[in-house]
C-alpha cells in the first residue's frame, strides 16, 4: 500500500513539474513574442499577391470578396493522362472550376467571399474556385440576388476568359449552403431570368 502511494505521490509531482516547466517555457515572453510575430507574418503572407473589394448589390446587400495568386505549394495537385495528353484532374482531391482543358495551373484563386445581409457577415463556399475573372476583380455584373419566401438565393458567375462555371448559395437564417457548381450550360438560365 505505502508503494502505491509514493508512486501515485511521485507521478502527480512529476505531472506537476512537468506542467509548470511548460508553463514557463511556452507562456514566457519571448515565446510568446515569436508566436506573435509568427502569426503576423502568416497574415501578412495570407494577403500578399492578393486583391480584394467590395461589391454592392442592393442598398443594405453586398459581397466583400478576395482573389489571390495560385500557388501550387498550398495545394494538393493531382495529375491524370489521356491519350497522350497529361492534365490537372484534381486540385485538393476535388475537381475545379475555372480551365477548359485543364492542362496547365490556375493563375489566381477566389479565396474568400462574404455576404453582408440582413445585418449579418456570412462566408461563402469558395472551395474548387479557380481563375475567377478575367481582370482579376469581380464586379456587379458577375452577381444576381434573388429573394424568395423566407431565404435568399445569390447566384454567380466566373470566368478568365474561357473555363466559365457558375454557382449558387442559399442563404437562410444567418447561414449559406453552396447548392451546384458547374460548367453546364443549363446551369446559367439564371441570367437570363427578370
Not at 506537476?16 to 506573435?36: M, S
Not at 453586398?62 to 494538393?76: A, G, M, P, T, V
Not at 423566407?150 to 466559365?164: K, N, R
Request: glycine content about 4%; hydrophobic content about 30%.
Amino acid at each position: 500500500m505505502k508503494k502505491i502511494v509514493i508512486i501515485s505521490i511521485g507521478t502527480l509531482l512529476l505531472i506537476l513539474l512537468g506542467l509548470f516547466a511548460f508553463q514557463r517555457y511556452y507562456f514566457n515572453e519571448e515565446k510568446i513574442r515569436e508566436r506573435q510575430v509568427e502569426t503576423w507574418n502568416e497574415r501578412v503572407n495570407e494577403f500578399k499577391n492578393s486583391k480584394s473589394g467590395k461589391i454592392d448589390l442592393t442598398n443594405n446587400i453586398y459581397l466583400i470578396w478576395r482573389i489571390k495568386d495560385f500557388s501550387s505549394e498550398n495545394h494538393k495537385i493531382e495529375y491524370c493522362e489521356n491519350q497522350d495528353a497529361k492534365y490537372i484532374c484534381k486540385i485538393d482531391d476535388n475537381d475545379w472550376y475555372g480551365s477548359d482543358f485543364k492542362m496547365d495551373l490556375p493563375k489566381n484563386e477566389l479565396k474568400s467571399l462574404t455576404i453582408y445581409i440582413d445585418e449579418k457577415y456570412i462566408k461563402l463556399d469558395v472551395s474548387q474556385m479557380f481563375n475567377p475573372s478575367n481582370g482579376e476583380e469581380l464586379d456587379k455584373n458577375h452577381f444576381k440576388i434573388k429573394k424568395e419566401k423566407d431565404f435568399y438565393i445569390l447566384y454567380g458567375y466566373f470566368s478568365d476568359g474561357a473555363g466559365t462555371y457558375t454557382t449558387s448559395w442559399k442563404i437562410k437564417d444567418g447561414k449559406s449552403f453552396r447548392r451546384k457548381i458547374s460548367s453546364n450550360e443549363e446551369d446559367f438560365k439564371w441570367q437570363n431570368e427578370k
